[in-house]
């Protein structure tokens, strides 16, 4: 990431403070604004093509379940995961510069916070709209779904709500992250690995050993997506609140 020098040194106020350490995350536009989208573009390209050799080799008669066989996507779930290491890499980059113009601690995460939900709102504003498109051209003529997948909802505002709660998620899960690297480096981010994965084999077994698959995935069901997704909140307000609470302990990385 190339950093350019925005005013933070001694800023007026407290909320110019913040704004202009949410516009330091947008000095390289290229990472946060221009490579997901040119990689969502090859993954639209690559599933229209797959989709038209798919259609063009089915008999007619065929084609109704073809078509109905193609809905069921996931390549743009990409661009969540790739958030999560937007986030890593931002504020792992940015948190020294920032740190040397004078910048505290707190005013840097609210920062970070502010550029994360400005570009889950951009994200999410975009796949909805190309979600709407591939609506009204029936899946790019072929029937397929790459914004508009089952599992992002089936309404507009129902899209809206999952996709922006998932970008937030993820960026401040990725936040989380950066944040055991600041404080820890290397070594604490295994151990948070290792850890979180000794949690979810200790999550899985439990729901073995009490044969409570059957009621787990109940519970799913009448939750629905709206419902799971909105449980998420509660893990990005863990990750936010970790993420700052590590960040006011953090050192510099060329400072440790």
Request: no cysteine.
């Amino acid at each position: 990431m190339t950093i350019t020098s925005p005013a933070l040194a001694h800023p007026a106020s407290p909320m110019k403070r913040i704004t202009n350490v949410a516009r330091l995350h947008f000095a390289n536009p290229w990472t946060t604004l221009t490579l997901p989208w040119i990689i969502l573009g090859v993954i639209f390209i690559g599933n229209v093509s797959i989709w038209w050799i798919i259609y063009s080799a089915s008999p007619a008669e065929n084609r109704a379940d073809v078509l109905s066989g193609l809905n069921f996507g996931g390549g743009n779930f990409f661009i969540f995961i790739y958030m999560m290491v937007v986030a890593i890499q931002a504020m792992s980059i940015t948190f020294p510069y920032a740190l040397g113009f004078g910048v505290t601690r707190r005013d840097y995460y609210l920062g970070s916070s502010l550029a994360f939900v400005i570009l889950a709102a951009i994200y999410t504003a975009g796949l909805t709209i190309l979600a709407a498109i591939e609506d009204a051209t029936n899946g790019w003529g072929f029937g397929g779904s790459l914004f508009a997948t089952i599992f992002v909802g089936d309404t507009t505002l129902e899209r809206i709500y999952v996709q922006f709660l998932l970008f937030l998620f993820f960026f401040f899960f990725g936040s989380a992250i950066a944040t055991v690297w600041l404080r820890w480096k290397a070594n604490g981010v295994a151990a948070f690995f290792i850890v979180l994965g000794i949690l979810l084999v200790a999550g899985l077994a439990l729901v073995t050993f009490t044969d409570s698959w059957g009621a787990l995935g109940e519970t799913l069901v009448s939750l629905g997506r709206i419902g799971i997704v909105s449980w998420s909140l509660v893990a990005t307000a863990i990750s936010a609140v970790a993420g700052f609470l590590l960040l006011r302990r953090a050192t510099p990385r060329n400072s440790a």
